[in-house]
T-cell receptor, first 113, second 113 residues
Framework: EPEVTQTPSHQVTQMGQEVILRCVPISNHLYFYWYRQILGQKVEFLVSFYNNEISEKSEIFDDQFSVERPDGSNFTLKIRSTKLEDSAMYFCASSGGPADTQYFGPGTRLTVL | KQEVTQIPAALSVPEGENLVLNCSFT??????LQWFRQDPGKGLTSLLLIQSSQREQTSGRLNASLDKSSGRSTLYIAASQPGDSATYLCAAYSGGGADGLTFGKGTHLIIQP
């Protein structure tokens, strides 16, 4: 069964460093998403991406965040200058249509020291 | 702004019992509602998606209902098993420029053998 994959599973970085989180969505899906979950808190929407551009972003997704689909399979989230409060589990998801089931990857645990 | 609440926050029942998890949302103008399962330190597994035009969806021992007018959804688990132990999340999709899912905090379910 097709699934969303994410790498790395765990990333440790120093405050102020740039990180890139990678995702491979399900191959025939057209809509891609990033969410985050701070430990003990709700899963929060960050950004959606369709047709090679951002479709919608939340207030969390400020100028330090960016997304890219560098090729036909990968979808990346870049955090330019990490802060302590960026420590969280980051989930990638994809769907065939905007109101279809969203399938989530296993997540990348980001730890900012 | 959509808010999603799940009650109870935690639930522990003996194996074999039928149980109901509750989800409420503040804005009834949703396109669909999705139920997920999250195991500790893992990603989200989609269980059921109910479109706004539907009242129920079933998958195996799981049955989800949706009452848009009252802003409520329930997840019914029949004949619970220890393997059902996990955190169950509901998420509302409102569309219309809000592409992301709005999640509740989840119900942490423990099934006692």
């Amino acid at each position: 069964e097709p699934e969303v994959t994410q790498t790395p599973s765990h990333q440790v970085t120093q405050m102020g460093q740039e990180v890139i989180l990678r995702c491979v969505p399900i191959s025939n899906h057209l809509y891609f998403y990033w969410y985050r979950q701070i430990l003990g808190q709700k899963v929060e929407f960050l950004v959606s991406f369709y047709n090679n551009e951002i479709s919608e972003k939340s207030e969390i997704f400020d100028d330090q965040f960016s997304v890219e689909r560098p090729d036909g399979s990968n979808f990346t989230l870049k955090i330019r200058s990490t802060k302590l409060e960026d420590s969280a589990m980051y989930f990638c998801a994809s769907s065939g249509g905007p109101a279809d089931t969203q399938y989530f990857g296993p997540g990348t645990r980001l730890t900012v020291l | 702004k959509q808010e999603v609440t799940q009650i109870p926050a935690a639930l522990s029942v003996p194996e074999g019992e039928n149980l109901v998890l509750n989800c409420s949302f503040t804005d009834s103008a949703i396109y669909n509602l999705q139920w997920f399962r999250q195991d500790p330190g893992k990603g989200l597994t989609s269980l059921l998606l109910i479109q706004s035009s539907q009242r129920e969806q079933t998958s195996g021992r799981l049955n989800a209902s949706l009452d848009k007018s009252s802003g409520r959804s329930t997840l019914y688990i029949a004949a619970s098993q220890p393997g059902d132990s996990a955190t169950y999340l509901c998420a509302a999709y409102s569309g219309g420029g809000a592409d992301g899912l709005t999640f509740g905090k989840g119900t942490h379910l423990i099934i006692q053998p």
